[in-house]
């Protein structure tokens, strides 16, 4: 084992050099992935935790896939979008209305993942429609245009009486179940931590730091905008679908502005800009927000006050624009490393 | 010809600020555009660049015309530039500084980008080798994992050089890059644009109000006043053209 | 020179950033009446060291403004305290217009009549401004927004003025013009610590200088002294 020197040192620094001791395992990754898929069939075919928790469980994964979701317009591109709960809705409709009224009872389990990714690609083609006028100019537009959809969906579910109208859709099949949930809580972390590690998403990022300045480094600003839309979107559906079938009754009340400030919330208590922010955000969110469960109303006052005290000691949520080096692909993490001393050793015969 | 603009006029509402202009850039040539504070230099790379689009007139890069077109569009046909006030991403690493202006030299679509397949990982590892090599060149490989912010001014000006460049320009639009450099700085300054415009196989345009530099590098200059040209020629004959004098070096200049 | 009271007082000055230790240890006093320079090559120091005294950035060691010390002193209160700055990269507001921006710099001043002779002065030395009164400060020209700076600082009636590279980014005629209106300023009263990279330039208008190199003072010395010597000529005056 490493010895790390205990001397001299404070608490903090050990836990840290412990810390990235761990993080430098990169193995480590593949096989926490491996063992939590494992449990994720395991706990809920031998109880190894009661339902609640399992509830929960599953509860987390659909917020981590809002959050990481959400970062990737709200954080990494520096635009702020208030309509993912728009979004979410309508992944959840198209997936309860092809549970509830078109696909035969037997083969639903089967159909699920097909639902869910039904639910996604319909919200990914809302979200084109969205952020076509939104980025057509440069400015701050997109919280309006959000503002505006989350309305506009929300009115039309509830005067289309085919989906039940206010009243919204009762009776949904529970087809999310743990393993699922897992599955595409790590699809979404996985293709969102893709797209933020390449030409892409070094161009949205760049969009919020200058977007002048990208455009004219030869980013091509509006595809680039269009593109990460769309897949926060997508993803967005995506929640929204494994959320209508755990919690089995869908309505338009359901997802109104209170949902996307939680989503909202989750994105900078995580921290802007960080796909371990994502998780972190969203899980102690979703934690949170059960424990305090007894509190009842206190709750809602409780939870801003904790945002308020984040934003004074940590205006960019716990992990802004740090990342756990897991995340970051091998060669951005060592690639100028690499150089160097490839650098040195073509130097060095040469002297 | 290489770039050519062609009465090219601008304005801000009522404001003319750049007013017929017309310039023929040779490939391989040095030239300035030097005049008053306020008289429409920066704003006539906007319009070149397109941040802005000439209210009049015509730009042209060989047979293409620019008026019309996105930045992004026309950093791709090969115009880079830099900024009169640094505009680098300040968060963002020094690598990552170039690695963004690749961006149009890089292939790989969507769909790789977001499962990391086809040709996503050798064009990457060449983005990394190709910055550092770049990087290296600025003497900014040392510092390539800092944040751009954390540099100071002078790696800066450097830092937005090296960006320009990774677009693979053929032509260099530089605004003001002397400024904030003391006198021996920008004589170390005088003999790297002369370098990297032979190493680049540049063409260049800059815009400065140190007229040591101007003097010493430039083949042509251009005088612009209030948006207008007011004298064109070699360094010679500007010097000592009584109407730049006035307007601009004022009596008794020392340049 | 020495005579005089001291104005500002800065001893063992340390100032860092993370791990980046930008001002190491410097101590130099500046008197009534007096202009001061610190030249030095980029990222010697010279904006940090400003920024220390107008509390912008926390720093070690102890800077006294009129035997005040500014320790505890937040950034308004020094300004309030009577020293007007030009900082580095302008601090403009973009969203303001030029004239609303003239007048946030004079709003702890009750002089009414004073203030209206500093517009007219300030629109003398830079004519160009009254012309713009009503256009918001972000889309100024480079050049202009510099002179906006300028004017501000000028408007605030320090009785201490930080300018940081006051010239650049100005036209050769507004460079002269910018020293003429120091030394004017200075004749009327106000004492001026000046950074600056025009170090021929402004050396003929302070009465001492500073040498930083790399967070330390290299060499200091009266404005004519450190004009004539060879090694700062080299360095720093271009041969
Ligand atoms: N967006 C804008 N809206 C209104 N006026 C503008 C805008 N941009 C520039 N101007 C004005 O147009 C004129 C030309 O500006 P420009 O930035 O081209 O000047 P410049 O020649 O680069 O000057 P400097 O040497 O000071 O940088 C200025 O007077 C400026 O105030
Ligand atoms: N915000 C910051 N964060 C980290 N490092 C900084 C920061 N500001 C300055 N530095 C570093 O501190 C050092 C001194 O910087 P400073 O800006 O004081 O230099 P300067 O003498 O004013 O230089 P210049 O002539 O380039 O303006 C530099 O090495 C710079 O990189
Ligand atoms: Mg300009
Ligand atoms: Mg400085």
């Given at each position: ?9 404070t ?7 412990r ?7 990169r ?8 063992v939590?898929f ?8 031998f109880?190894l ?27 990494y591109m ?7 709960a ?7 409709y198209i ?13 639903l389990?089967?159909?699920?993942p097909l639902e ?16 076509l ?10 919280a309006?245009?959000t ?32 393993p ?13 931590r ?15 730091e ?9 980013v ?16 967005a559906?995506?929640a929204g679908?494994?959320?209508?079938h755990?919690?089995q009754?869908i ?10 400030t ?25 934690v ?42 091998l ?5 100028t ?6 650098k040195e ?7 | 010809?290489?770039?050519q ?6 304005y801000f509402?009522g ?22 504070n306020?008289?429409g230099?920066t ?27 996105t930045?992004?569009?026309i950093?791709a ?5 830099t ?13 990552d ?11 790989y ?22 910055a ?7 003497k ?23 960006r320009?460049?990774?677009?693979h320009?053929?032509v ?19 003999d790297f ?6 190493e680049?196989?540049?063409?260049i ?12 590098i ?5 005088v612009?006043d ?20 006035e307007?601009?070096?004022?009596e008794?200049?020392?340049? | 020179?020495?005579?005089?009271e001291v ?7 340390d ?9 190491k240890g410097i101590?130099f006093?500046?008197h ?13 120091g ?6 220390g ?26 300004v ?9 990269g302008?601090?403009i507001?973009?969203?303001l ?9 004079t ?5 009414k009549?004073?203030i ?25 020209s480079?050049?202009e ?5 300028v004017?501000?600082a ?13 010239s ?5 005629v507004?460079?002269r ?14 004492t ?18 500073y ?11 009266t404005?004519?002294e ?9 360095a720093?005056?271009?041969?």
């Amino acid at each position: 084992m490493a010895t790390i020197p205990l001397e001299g040192t404070t608490w903090r620094t050990r836990w840290k050099a412990r810390w990235d001791g761990l993080m430098a395992k990169r193995w480590m990754l593949p096989v926490l992935l491996v063992v939590g898929f494992a449990l994720s069939f395991a706990i809920p075919q031998f109880n190894l935790v009661n339902q609640y928790v399992q509830l929960i469980l599953i509860y987390i994964g659909i917020n981590v896939i809002l959050t990481t979701s959400l970062n990737l317009v709200n954080g990494y591109m520096g635009e702020f979008s208030v309509g993912h709960a728009g979004f979410m809705s309508v992944g959840a409709y198209i997936s309860a209305i092809l549970t509830t009224q078109l696909l035969p009872k037997a083969l639903l389990p089967y159909l699920f993942p097909l639902e869910v990714l039904a639910g996604g690609l319909v919200a990914a083609l809302v979200g084109l429609v969205v952020a076509l006028p939104s980025f057509k100019t440069r400015g701050d537009y997109l919280a309006i245009v959000t503002l505006a959809f989350l309305m506009i969906v929300k009115s039309v579910f509830e005067n289309i009486e085919a989906v039940g109208g206010p009243r919204g859709i009762p009776g949904i099949d529970k087809l999310t179940t743990l393993p699922w949930t897992f599955f595409w809580t790590i699809l979404a972390i996985w293709v969102i931590r893709n797209f933020v590690y390449s030409r892409f998403g070094r161009g949205v990022l760049s969009i919020r730091e200058d977007e002048i300045a990208s455009d004219l480094m030869s980013v091509n600003t509006r595809q680039v905008k269009l593109q990460a839309f769309v897949i926060s979107s997508f993803f967005a559906g995506v929640a929204g679908a494994l959320f209508a079938h755990v919690l089995q009754f869908i309505s338009p009340r359901v997802f109104d502005i209170i949902k996307s400030t939680d989503i909202l919330i989750m994105v900078y208590l995580g921290g802007i800009g960080s796909i371990a922010g994502s998780i972190i955000g969203g899980t102690i969110y979703t934690v949170l927000l059960e424990i305090l469960r007894p509190l009842g109303m206190w709750r809602m006052v409780l939870m801003p006050l904790l945002l308020v005290i984040l934003m004074i000691y940590r205006p960019r949520g716990i992990m802004g624009l740090r990342e756990f080096r897991w995340f970051v692909p091998l060669h951005d993490l060592i690639g100028t490393k690499l150089w160097r001393r490839k650098k040195e050793a073509s130097d060095a015969p040469a002297s | 010809m290489l770039l050519q603009a062609e009465h090219v006029t601008h304005y801000f509402g009522g404001l003319c600020a750049v007013s017929d202009f017309n310039l023929n850039l040779e490939h391989g040539e040095l030239v300035a555009i030097i005049g008053p504070n306020g008289a429409g230099k920066t704003t006539i790379f906007n319009l070149i660049t397109g941040v802005y689009h000439a209210t009049q007139g015509s730009i042209r890069l060989g047979d293409v015309e620019l008026v019309g077109k996105t930045s992004n569009e026309i950093t791709a046909l090969g115009i880079a530039r830099t900024f009169q006030n640094i505009r680098l991403f300040k968060e963002l690493s020094v690598i990552d500084n170039v690695r963004i202006a690749q961006y149009g030299q890089m292939k790989y679509g969507t769909w790789e980008a977001m499962f990391h397949l086809g040709g996503y990982q050798t064009e990457e590892n060449r983005s990394i080798e190709n910055a550092m090599n770049l990087l290296e060149v600025f003497k900014l490989d040392s510092v390539a994992d800092e944040s751009s912010k954390n540099l100071p001014y002078g790696m800066q000006r450097r830092l937005e050089i090296a960006r320009a460049l990774a677009t693979h320009p053929k032509v260099l639009l530089l605004d003001e890059p002397a400024a904030g450099m003391n006198p021996s700085e920008i004589g170390q300054l005088m003999d790297f644009i002369r370098w990297i415009r032979k190493e680049f196989d540049l063409t260049i345009i800059l815009i400065e109000h140190q007229m040591r530099l101007v003097m010493g590098i430039c083949e042509r200059i251009n005088v612009l006043d209030f948006g207008a040209t007011i004298a064109t020629g070699v360094p010679k004959e500007i010097q000592n053209n009584p109407r730049v004098l006035e307007a601009y070096l004022g009596e008794g200049a020392e340049v | 020179m020495s005579t005089a009271e001291v104005l500002l007082s800065v001893q063992d000055l340390d100032i860092s950033y993370g791990n980046i230790k930008a001002v190491k240890g410097i101590s130099f006093d500046v008197h009534e009446g007096e202009i001061v320079t610190l030249i030095g090559a980029n990222g010697a120091g010279k904006s940090s060291t400003l920024r220390g005294i107008s509390g912008m950035v926390p720093y070690h060691g102890k800077i006294s403004y009129r035997g005040k010390d500014l320790h505890k002193t937040a950034a308004d209160k020094i300004v309030a305290m009577g020293v007007a700055q030009v900082p580095e990269g302008r601090g403009i507001f973009g969203n303001l217009t030029v004239l609303e921006n003239l007048k946030l710099a004079t709003w702890q001043r009750k002089d009414k009549v004073e203030i209206a002779r500093d517009f007219e002065r300030v629109f003398t030395i830079f004519p160009r401004l009254k012309e713009r009164l009503k256009q918001l400060g972000g889309t100024l020209s480079g050049g202009e927004q510099q002179m906006l700076a300028v004017s501000r600082a000028l408007m605030s009636r320090g009785s201490l003025m930080l300018l940081d590279e006051p010239s650049m980014g100005l036209a050769p005629v507004l460079v002269r013009e910018i020293f003429h209106v120091l030394r004017e300023i200075n004749q009327a009263g106000t004492t001026v610590l000046l950074v600056e990279q025009n170090a021929n330039m402004a050396l003929r208008v302070a009465n001492r200088g500073y040498v930083l190199e790399t967070g330390t003072i290299a060499l200091s010395g009266t404005a004519s002294e450190l004009l004539g010597n060879p090694r700062i000529k080299e360095a720093y005056l271009g041969g």
